[in-house]
Every structure is written in structure tokens, then in C-alpha cells.
């Protein structure tokens, strides 16, 4: 009996993890073969497509990596790794509005059902650069800004100063006084407006007790506390089943999101660009 033919789809899984063992040994030349004779076997599988895009990222190919994620995404809109490496390919060619909406949309599907908590963290920290630069660019130009209009208005200030003192011919503290409570009126007015710009300490209830950062994907425990949800799990697969505050026996099907701390941190993090850099 003739042994049996393998089937296209067969063929090509083969090839997939040929050429996952090529990755894994940085033979990526030799990955990028296998994998384009399993698109050529199967073209509509989309993670053909997305670790073909991976071997391109190794090699600092960006164009390819655009493109073959964004074949993926037409196969499935859905996959994590398709838009996290098209938001880096995007912002390889500085295209950072976009780039960041492709990583932001990464980063919630990397929090779903089938989340995989390395990705999460790799995905936030390549969109926490990405939102930091663009904090930095967008604050030098409001500082710009202030500087130059602060120049304005101390000028208007002291030209009223000075025209009044030439009216009075009185040039004695008791004249200077007002024009002093005024600058210092307009110190103050421009620090306040500095202030969303102006680093400081994240508020504590936006911060991981384990971690002690800034929460990526918070979920809370039936006692009430809030953790970072890589590191929870970690600790429950690692240390033991039990809250590590509370000590309260806990599970890994009792964490739930908590939506309006994660909600609390981006409206944080949209206010004050600066926290995307602390540590």
C-alpha cells in the first residue's frame, strides 16, 4: 500500500515548524524560505504570515514586516502580534499617530481571553517609548510657547511700570509695589500652567503594590486589591495560591478586570505624558 500523500495543509504546518526551529536557531534566511513555501502551500493562514513578519523584524527588513502584517490583518483583524509589529514598522517610518494606534489596539487584544502576559509587557513598554516621545515633542512646543508669551506679558507689565512712574515722576518702593505683585501674579499663573507638563510621583492608586509601577492590565480580587495582572499570576503559580497581602486563598479564575482603574490610568497617562518614562 502507497503511503499516504500529505495534505497542503499538512505540508505547510511542516514548514511552520521548520522554520520555527530556524528561528530558534537565528537562522532567520532559512525561517523566511520555510515560511513563504507554507504561504505558498496555504495563503490564508494569517500566523504563516506574522512569523514570516518576525524573521524581517530580526533582520531590520521594516517594509516587509508592514507588509506581511498587514496581510495578516486582512486574514485576521484580530491577531495581537499583527498590529504590535505593524505599529513598529509604522513607527520605524516615523508615521507615530498611527504607529501608536496600532500598538494601543496590540495591547487590548493582548489583554483578552487568550492573553499572553510577555507580550503585554513587551507591547506597553514599545508604546510607553513611543508615547513618551511624542509627550516630549508635543510639551517643547507648549513650553515654546509659554516662554514666549510669559516675554510678552512681562514686557507689557514692565512698560506699564515704567509709563506710570514717567506720569507720577515717582520712582519710590511704595510705586514699585504693584509692579512686583504683578510678575510675581504672572509667575504663578504660568508654573500652574506647567504643571500637567512638570514630572512628579504617580498617585499610589494607579500603581501596582508588587510591581510599584504604573498599572498595564490591573484586574482585582475579591478582597478588594488591585494588581498587575502578569504579576498576580506569577505569584500564584510560583508562591502559592493566596493573596499576597490579604493572604486570603486565592485563584486565577477569581481575578477580574478592573476596568475603571485601567480607565483612570490612561486618563492619567493622557494628561501627563512624562509618567509613560517612570520606572
Not at 56 to 78: G, I, N, P
Amino acid at each position: 500500500m502507497a503511503p499516504a500523500v500529505a495534505t497542503a495543509a499538512e505540508q505547510a504546518e511542516n514548514l511552520r515548524q521548520l522554520g520555527k526551529t530556524f528561528f530558534a536557531k537565528s537562522k532567520f534566511g532559512a525561517a523566511i524560505d520555510a515560511y513563504t513555501e507554507a504561504i505558498t502551500l496555504c495563503p490564508k493562514v494569517a500566523v504563516y504570515w506574522t512569523n514570516r513578519a518576525l524573521c524581517f523584524r530580526k533582520r531590520d527588513d521594516w517594509t516587509k514586516v508592514e507588509e506581511d502584517c498587514r496581510k495578516a490583518l486582512e486574514l485576521d483583524s484580530s491577531s495581537v502580534k499583527a498590529h504590535y509589529m505593524l505599529g513598529l514598522a509604522l513607527l520605524q517610518r516615523q508615521e507615530y499617530s498611527e504607529g501608536v494606534k496600532q500598538l494601543e489596539r496590540a495591547l487590548d487584544l493582548g489583554r483578552g481571553a487568550n492573553r499572553k502576559s510577555y507580550i503585554v509587557e513587551e507591547i506597553w513598554q514599545e508604546l510607553a517609548k513611543a508615547k513618551y516621545l511624542e509627550w516630549q515633542d508635543a510639551s517643547g512646543r507648549r513650553e515654546r510657547k509659554r516662554r514666549a508669551l510669559r516675554e510678552v506679558c512681562e514686557n507689557a507689565i514692565i512698560e506699564k511700570h515704567l509709563c506710570k512712574i514717567s506720569q507720577m515722576g515717582d520712582g519710590s518702593d511704595e510705586a514699585a509695589s504693584p509692579y512686583m505683585e504683578e510678575l510675581e501674579s504672572l509667575e504663578e499663573v504660568f508654573m500652574k500652567a506647567a504643571e500637567a507638563d512638570t514630572p512628579t510621583e504617580v498617585p499610589d492608586y494607579l500603581c501596582c503594590k508588587l510591581t510599584l509601577d504604573v498599572f498595564r492590565d490591573p484586574v482585582i480580587t475579591p478582597s478588594g486589591i488591585t494588581y498587575e495582572r502578569a504579576e498576580i499570576i506569577h505569584h500564584l503559580e510560583k508562591v502559592g495560591k493566596f493573596d499576597p497581602v490579604t493572604r486570603d486563598p486565592l485563584d486565577q479564575r477569581q481575578l477580574m478586570p478592573n476596568l475603571a482603574i485601567k480607565e483612570a490610568v490612561q486618563a492619567y497617562l493622557d494628561k501627563h505624558g512624562w509618567a509613560y518614562n517612570m520606572k
